[in-house]
């Protein structure tokens, strides 16, 4: 009994005595609070990584005298004694670290890696004189995000466009469509690889080649004036101040493929130039000229999807030379379902009425490179270059299997009796990008600034022999038979290339004068971009009659030949569109200790033309829209503390039509009629932004803003009707828009815990003439227009996203993040209360990283776990409708169209080898 009582007291005393070591890390110069610094106590061996707020603690210390170190990539390490007395008091440091700086006679070379973190993003929302948000690289990698289109998801205000694969791909800014916002990799445009228009696909950017994601809201006189919903900024990775390789190998699956199979088609003997540009346009093609594996297709398992990123960097010269290489390569299995609804409109009801439906299923393998290159090199502390090269390529290799159901001819489910059609398309698209810029910085006097840049970029998108198969089920009496569609297959060879060169010039000059600090910039610019676009169609049908289980089983076994024209058809999209664009700009920025003023005016002058090699009958074959456009702009921020902004902005911006919207064509596309618009005009925007800004501390903060936008002649994708049908549809004018939000930004630590959310409520109203029909006096059916208001197409009235962190002491981080989106338009309709509408959205994707002190980390990424169908509906409904497939999912409405994805995760290792 006496050994217990012992035992006991001892086991309390030690309790007693066990004492704890905590403290905060934070950067020495701005007291930022450094997350996922090393901290270890050297002789018990034990470490830890600071926490979401700078923080770390190490328990149950006995007494004694220890030494602690920190260390922290591109910052001097540091080593303090610790003496434990025989008490529980909890002993408390704050470390403050030193940036690595290298002294070289008037040089100083600065690590590069601090804006990558956290701290370092809030301190430029804090410190800008713009409404922006910032995504840093140590977020974007706890994140599960894999591109930078799902990165940009996360940021207040943002929507996303997915394509035909499920994937996110084209960024809707504060309710603003696509074209009214534009990318840039550091600092610069560039050129993209669609076919029509200027925007570029944000999912062909690794989300890994990204030290940050910036997100400009508002734009200064020193930017290019088309980015009224914003500016989406690539800073890519920046070469460090010491040896730096980072490394990371990942593998995964995409649920789809649980219960389906991989569809593949050979591709060697693809040919990527068509017969008629070989051989010359009068060339009269045959069979042997196409691919040989004509519609052979095969069902496998696939592999693991892959993803592999390396980047490495160091200094040279003694530092004055910088060199950052990173490359990524992914390797991706996708595939998805949709259901797809065709109507026409109802004269005597006003309502649509369901015509066919095609189900579809996608099967595609995705194959992503990606290679960056940042050379920088600084002559002295007066002048530095820097040279940045990247090359992206997304390759993709899909079919698409179409059942279509007839509803308006001989269709009777209960006899199994009804017409389907059954297309197969395979498609080969090859998109790349190539970019190279030139900068230079030069102090040429105490406090005046020249700073320039020339860039060259190139786009290429290229679909070579994309091929669509149609066979049709007839059935007469009893008997239903297969055939090969006579008129419907063809082989069609399409590319375009999209090459700019680009030059800026900057002069800024600075002095004080008492306690206000004035900044005087003047600079121009000049772009001339050149796009050409090509399209060849060569129709194959039937060579006779051939029966499904008689004549053949596979479409690889139908027999073919080519019909008229044998040298292929051409058509109005075989043209080259050149802009020149010619900016000039003046500004000049107030600064106080109590805030900041900035005000500038830019002329942005356009000039925008097109030739068309086979124009339509009666169109001209070239045209030009001239123009010149004057866009003020002012930005105030009101500092009252040191962690708190008042800004107020006001900017005018515009919107150019795209290079093929303001050429007069024609053509039938898949599933419907497109058509330009030679007299299409630019759109003129006001826009106001008011904001409070308060960070509690250095990686903490709550956004409050509102935004007001004044849209004149704003472009949209509108439908025409020709006999009661859906006609087609193409680029128009309308009078006049108005778009008015408010959104909110917190970001909160909690030693472990942590949570980002943010919200965005968008109201936008624009009034337009729709077609109704109703009796008249005598009883007959006419046709009348009525006005209708409606938001933009693509706005969603409630945005929000939610990301809880958890970040343990052991090098654990996990990260749960939710985005919502509400209802919103998608295409406008000419009749009444007939426009389509994308249902609500819900997302959930998790993230878990372990680390270990060696460099060495394992994760895990998992994307759309709850896996929610994607629905498009019109917000009225048709009677005869509700006995057809799948009309009665969403009350009151007509389903148009259903997407079903897929659940994907990868998980993998990485490997940071850093020296000092």
């Known amino acids: 009994m006496v050994r217990i009582i012992v035992l006991i007291g001892i086991l309390l005393i030690n309790t007693v005595w066990a004492a704890t070591i905590q403290g905060f890390v934070y950067d020495k110069d701005n007291k930022e609070p450094l997350i996922g610094a090393t901290v270890s106590i050297e002789q018990l061996k034990e470490y830890t990584v600071t926490g979401l707020d700078g923080s770390f603690i190490f328990k149950n210390i006995e007494a004694g005298t220890y030494y602690i170190s920190i260390s922290y990539l591109g910052y001097k390490s540091i080593t303090q004694k610790a003496i434990i007395e025989n008490n529980n008091i909890p002993i408390k440091f704050n470390f403050l670290l ?103 696909p944000l999912n062909i950017f690794p989300s890994d080649l990204a030290d940050r994601v910036e997100v400009y809201k508002t734009l200064t006189a020193d930017m290019e004036g088309d980015g009224s919903g914003g500016v989406i900024n690539l800073v890519m990775k920046d070469s460090p101040n010491a040896f730096f390789v980072n490394t990371n190998l990942g593998i995964g699956y995409n649920s789809y493929f649980i219960q389906n199979g991989l569809s593949t088609y050979p591709r060697s003997h693809i040919s990527m130039l068509s017969p008629r540009e070989q051989n010359g346009k009068t060339y009269t093609a045959s069979l042997t000229d196409l691919n040989r594996d004509l519609g052979k297709i095969s069902e496998t398992n696939p592999l693991p999807n892959s993803n592999i990123g390396v980047a490495l960097g160091n200094r040279f010269l003694q530092k004055k030379l910088g060199i950052m290489v990173a490359a990524n390569y992914s390797n991706l299995s996708k595939g998805n379902q949709s259901v797809i609804f065709s109507e026409s409109y109802r004269q005597q009801t ?96 105490p406090h005046l600034e020249i700073s320039w840049a020339s860039q060259y970029s190139v786009a290429n998108n290229q679909t070579p022999e994309r091929t669509h198969f149609n066979l049709d089920r007839i059935q007469i009496d009893s008997i239903a038979n297969v055939y090969p569609d006579a008129d419907g297959s063809t082989i069609e060879w399409a590319h375009n290339t999209d090459t700019d060169l680009s030059g800026f010039i900057h002069a800024k000059y600075k002095y004080t004068y008492n306690t206000l600090q004035f900044e005087y910039k003047v600079g121009s610019m000049i772009r001339n971009k050149e ?7 060569y129709k194959i049908r039937p060579d006779g009659i051939q029966v ?42 107030i600064n106080h200790r109590l805030g900041s003023i900035q ?48 800004r107020v902005s006001y900017f005018k911006s515009i919107n150019r039509p795209g290079f093929y919207e303001i050429v007069p064509y024609v053509i039938m596309e898949e599933d419907y009629t497109e058509f330009g618009n030679k007299k299409l005009k630019r759109a003129r925007i006001h826009n106001i932004d008011v904001r409070y800004e308060y960070f509690p501390k250095k990686t903490e903060q709550l956004l409050v803003g509102v935004f007001y936008k004044q849209i004149q002649d704003p472009i949209e994708i509108m439908y025409t009707t020709v006999n009661r049908r859906q006609y087609g549809f193409g680029p128009g004018n309308v009078d006049k828009a108005q778009n008015i939000g408010f959104e909110t930004d917190i970001i ?14 968008t109201l936008s109203k624009i009034t ?8 008249n006096e005598k009883g007959a059916t006419e046709r009348i227009t009525k006005n209708q208001t409606r938001p933009l197409v693509g706005q969603s009235p409630h945005t929000a996203n939610i990301a809880l962190l958890y970040k343990h002491d052991s090098g654990i981080d996990c990260q749960l993040a939710a985005s919502y989106t509400h209802d919103r338009l998608i295409v406008v309709s000419d009749f009444y209360n007939s426009d389509y509408w994308m249902s609500k959205t819900f997302q959930l994707d998790s993230a878990f990283e372990k680390k270990w002190k060696t460099g060495w980390s394992c994760f895990l990424k998992v994307n759309n776990l709850v896996n929610t169908p994607m629905y498009y509906y019109i917000k009225i409904i048709d009677n005869e409708n509700i006995d057809l497939p799948l009309q009665t999912t969403l009350s009151d409405k007509t389903l148009v169209r259903k997407d079903i994805y897929s659940r994907s995760f990868i998980c993998g290792i990485r490997k940071n080898f850093i020296t000092n």
């Open 599 to 646: 005000t500038g005016i830019r002329s942005e002058h356009t000039n925008q033309g097109y030739f068309q090699y086979y124009p339509a009958m009666g169109q001209d074959s070239s045209g030009a829209q001239i123009y010149t456009d004057i866009l003020p702009s002012i930005q105030c921020k009101y500092t009252p503390t040191n962690n708190t902004n008042i």
């Open 350 to 445: 006003n309502t649509p009425v369901i015509t066919s439906m095609r189900e579809r299923e996608y099967s595609e393998r995705a194959i992503q490179n990606a290679v960056h290159i940042k050379t920088d090199y600084m002559i002295n502390a007066n002048h530095s270059f820097d040279w940045y090269n990247a090359y992206i390529s997304m390759n993709s290799f899909q079919i698409r299997q179409t059942t279509t159901t007839n509803f308006s001819y001989n269709y009777d489910p209960e006899n199994n009796k009804y017409d389907l059609n059954y297309q197969t398309r395979l498609q080969s698209n090859y998109q790349n990008i190539l970019v190279s810029s030139l900068h230079g910085k030069h102090t040429v006097m």
């Open 531 to 537: 796009r050409t676009n090509f399209l060849v169609e």
């Open 98 to 200: 030193e940036i690595e700086h290298t002294m070289l006679q008037s040089v100083t070379i600065v690590a590069h890696g601090a804006q990558n973190t956290d701290a370092n993003a809030r301190l430029s929302e804090k410190t800008s004189m713009q409404v922006i948000n910032v995504v840093s690289a140590s977020s974007i990698q706890q994140s599960p995000d894999l591109n930078i289109a799902n990165v940009v998801q996360r940021i207040s205000g943002v929507t996303l466009e997915k394509n035909s694969s499920g994937e996110a791909q084209y960024a809707i800014l504060r309710g603003m469509d696509k074209r009214y916002n534009y990318t840039l990799v550091n600092g610069l445009k560039i050129s993209s690889p669609h076919n029509k228009h200027r925007f570029v």
């Open 548 to 589: 499904q289980g008689k004549d053949f089983n596979t479409i690889d076994q139908i027999s073919w030949k080519l019909s008229n024209p044998l040298q292929g058809s051409v058509g109005p999209l075989n043209y080259d569109s050149q802009e020149l664009i010619m900016g000039y700009y003046g500004m000049v920025s």
């Open 748 to 761: 909160k630590y909690f030693r472990v815990f942590g949570v980002k959310a943010n919200y965005t409520y």
């Open 768 to 775: 337009t003439p729709k077609t109704l029909y109703q009796k």
